[in-house]
Structures are given as structure tokens and as C-alpha cells.
């Protein structure tokens, strides 16, 4: 007989829906830091933490992610979405940003490489971006990123950098 007041070993993750089983690696809570720049900015650095959750029975993954000023943790941009994987390698992803502005975007994956690839199919309620693309890649356990933008004065190119760990 167990000894009393053992508490039960804790059930292992339900697994993924099978649409989500190939982007599974995404899944949990990222944090790190990353760089800012632009043409027409100065560069900037800042911590950023994302969260990657879902639930078994959706075939869908919930996203948020949140920024800070690396030097004095105030809070920079935000955004929240979903991604949609489809078992052909496609994604769709719609995300809200905290400026206003709303992005469709649509891609690939590759679940052997670890990469997701998207370009944007739709930027609303921009006053500047013409065009978003946003590249993902898992290299030794940590998530690494590069957001490019096109804007009505500058042609795509990067503004942000980051590497991620998970926590
Ligand atoms: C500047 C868009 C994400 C921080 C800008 C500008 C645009 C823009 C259009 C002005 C560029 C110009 O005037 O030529 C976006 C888009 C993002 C994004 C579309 C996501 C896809 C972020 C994030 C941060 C950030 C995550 C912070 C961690 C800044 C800063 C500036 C800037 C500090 C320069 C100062 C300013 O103009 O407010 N961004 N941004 N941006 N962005 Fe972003």
C-alpha cells in the first residue's frame, strides 16, 4: 500500500489533435529576447514572452505574445491569434496586434525541419504596412524568428529578430 498522503504522479498531456500533432513543437511558453530595426527607425532591443496553447478536440492553436523595453520592462506590442494547420503542410493564421492593425496570413510548415513559413494574404487597419511575413525555426530546443515588413515608403526587410527558450 502507498504511503498516505502520497499525492498520484500527475497524467502525462493529452496528445495534440492530429492536426496540430505536426506544429506540436510550438506548444508552450517562450521566452527571450530580440532586436528591432528598420530603415526608418532606430534600433531597439526588447524581452518578449509567447505562449503556443491548445485543446485536444480543436484543430487549432491559440496564440499570444506580449513585448517589453528590454531596459526598463515596459510593456512594447502585443498581439493574439490563432494558427490553423491543415494536413496537406498549409497554415492559415489570423492574428489582432495591440496598434489596430489585423493580419491574415497564410503558409507552410515543415514538421521534419521544425519551420513555419508565412506571408501575409490580408494587413488591415494599417495606416503604413503594405505586407508582413514572418519566419519561424526550432534550432537545439530554442525558437528563433524573423518578421519582415513592407511599408508605403520601404520595400520588405527585416524590423524584428528574436530567440526564444522554453520555460
Ligand atoms: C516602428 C509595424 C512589431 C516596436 C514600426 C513602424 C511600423 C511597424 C509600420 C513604423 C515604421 C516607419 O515609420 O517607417 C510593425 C508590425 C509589427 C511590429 C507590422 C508586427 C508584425 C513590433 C514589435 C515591437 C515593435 C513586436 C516591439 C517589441 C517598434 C518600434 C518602432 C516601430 C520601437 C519605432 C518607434 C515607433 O515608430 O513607434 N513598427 N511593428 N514593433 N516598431 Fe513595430
Same mark, same amino acid.
Given at each position: 500500500?502507498?504511503?498516505?498522503?502520497?499525492?498520484? *504522479?500527475?497524467? *502525462? &498531456?493529452?496528445?495534440?489533435?492530429?492536426?496540430?500533432? $505536426?506544429?506540436?513543437?510550438?506548444?508552450?511558453?517562450?521566452?527571450? @529576447?530580440?532586436e528591432?530595426? #528598420? $530603415?526608418?527607425?532606430? *534600433?531597439?532591443?526588447?524581452?518578449? @514572452?509567447?505562449? #503556443?496553447?491548445?485543446? &485536444?478536440? =480543436? $484543430?487549432?492553436?491559440?496564440?499570444?505574445?506580449? !513585448?517589453w523595453?528590454?531596459?526598463?520592462?515596459? *510593456?512594447?506590442?502585443? @498581439?493574439?491569434?490563432?494558427?490553423?494547420?491543415? &494536413?496537406d503542410?498549409?497554415?492559415?493564421?489570423v492574428?489582432?496586434?495591440s496598434?489596430?492593425?489585423?493580419?491574415?496570413?497564410?503558409?507552410? #510548415?515543415?514538421?521534419? =525541419?521544425?519551420?513555419?513559413?508565412?506571408?501575409?494574404?490580408?494587413?488591415?487597419?494599417?495606416?503604413?504596412?503594405?505586407?508582413?511575413?514572418?519566419? #519561424?525555426?526550432?534550432?537545439?530546443g530554442?525558437?528563433?524568428?524573423?518578421?519582415?515588413?513592407? !511599408?508605403?515608403? !520601404?520595400?520588405?526587410q $527585416?524590423?524584428?529578430?528574436?530567440?526564444? =527558450?522554453?520555460?
Open positions: 500500500m502507498e504511503g498516505g498522503g502520497a499525492t498520484a *504522479p500527475a497524467a *502525462p &498531456p493529452p496528445a495534440p489533435h492530429p492536426a496540430v500533432a $505536426p506544429l506540436a513543437f510550438l506548444l508552450g511558453k517562450w521566452r527571450g @529576447e530580440g528591432g530595426s #528598420f $530603415p526608418t527607425i532606430s *534600433p531597439f532591443r526588447y524581452g518578449e @514572452e509567447l505562449l #503556443f496553447s491548445h485543446h &485536444p478536440s =480543436k $484543430p487549432v492553436i491559440s496564440y499570444t505574445q506580449r !513585448t523595453k528590454a531596459a526598463s520592462g515596459e *510593456p512594447m506590442h502585443a @498581439e493574439s491569434g490563432y494558427w490553423r494547420p491543415r &494536413p503542410g498549409s497554415v492559415e493564421v492574428i489582432s496586434q496598434t489596430g492593425l489585423a493580419e491574415v496570413q497564410k503558409g507552410s #510548415f515543415d514538421a521534419e =525541419k521544425k519551420t513555419v513559413t508565412l506571408q501575409s494574404e490580408l494587413v488591415g487597419n494599417a495606416s503604413k504596412v503594405k505586407q508582413i511575413t514572418r519566419a #519561424f525555426q526550432l534550432v537545439d530554442e525558437l528563433s524568428y524573423v518578421v519582415q515588413m513592407a !511599408t508605403i515608403t !520601404t520595400s520588405l $527585416p524590423h524584428l529578430k528574436a530567440l526564444l =527558450k522554453k520555460i
